[in-house]
């Protein structure tokens, strides 16, 4: 019998999720539940490292939830649950922290970059990327679809497996980070990454009038109508390629290359290009948010089908390490 691929990835709820989050993986990840066996869950422990605000990490679990459920991920077809919701993955990291250098950790982007930022370092900002590795190994996921940022904690996450499987013995799938190159960094309003960090982001649930303000101050550079322009180095193209279909893109491509096109224009095309194609989600989110009660029920279910996949795996990692006496 063939393996089916075990499909993997986690959100923070740290904020209303954005174009960033939907192209850079939340896309990815709904379309793998068709050909994958999908475990998906949204990271509140993770979340602990820098919100502080109990009522506020509440929310946005479960508003990270419903987007989530709102844009397409089926529950019955997929493992969708809160970290937070499964102890195996807290019990998991401990056991990662003993076999887990200092210097690996020392080594991470995510945290050195979060430093700069000026985010206090406490320990668990540090010890991130173990939970994160436990997150994947503790379901034996073969793929992790991230965006590119992600890409090093699911290696380090891979170099942890390892780790534990040359100490203890053979336990964990080596897990593989997947990115696709075309969408690895969706850029936002300002042409840096798009992020919930620099505000500069078009949020998927978005108003209509926010919708405008926001595409309407996408930066372009200052060539004038008459001149030709670059679409590949045009945020604004990069963007609107992410929603037009393949013949538009073309067409836009044309437009870009000939003296006549004026941004204003293309930004009122991606405008309505961004609400039409959200449109069936916004409906089906705001049906979701009628029965809270319902949203729960799944998050529930789907907790229990996730702990019951960790366990087994757990409770072979308790007797590799010496829990079991
Ligand atoms: P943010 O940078 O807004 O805090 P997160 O770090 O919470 O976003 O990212 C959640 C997921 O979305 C990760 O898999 C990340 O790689 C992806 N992602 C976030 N922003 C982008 C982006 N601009 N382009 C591509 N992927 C992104
Ligand atoms: N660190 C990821 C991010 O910030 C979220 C995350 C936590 C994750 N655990 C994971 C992603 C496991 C993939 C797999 O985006």
Known sequence: MSHTLRVLSGIQPSGRLHLGNYFGMMKSMIEWQEKSDLFCFIVNLHALTSV?????LARNTLEAATDFLALGLDPERSTFWVQGDVWQHAELAWLLHNITSMGLLERCHA??????????????????PVLMAADIILYQAD???????QKQHVEVARDIASSFNHTYGETFVLPEPLIDN???TIPGLDGQKMSKSYNNTIDIFIDQAELKRRV????TDTRG??????PDSCNLYALYRLFATPDRVVEMRE????PGLKYVDVKKELIELIWIYFAPHREKRAELVKDVAGIYDILKTGAAKARAVAEITMAEARCKVGLRY
């Open 143 to 149: 793929l992790v679809p991230v965006g590119r940022d």
């Open 111 to 128: 945290y050195k970059e979060k430093l700069a930022k000026g985010l206090v370092p406490n320990h668990g900002l540090f010890a991130y």
């Open 255 to 258: 437009r870009y290359l000939k």
């Open 52 to 56: 502080f605000n109990p009522e506020l």
């Open 182 to 184: 075309y969408l690895a």
């Open 216 to 219: 309407m101050a996408i930066v």
């Open 225 to 230: 109508v008459n001149e030709i322009k670059d």
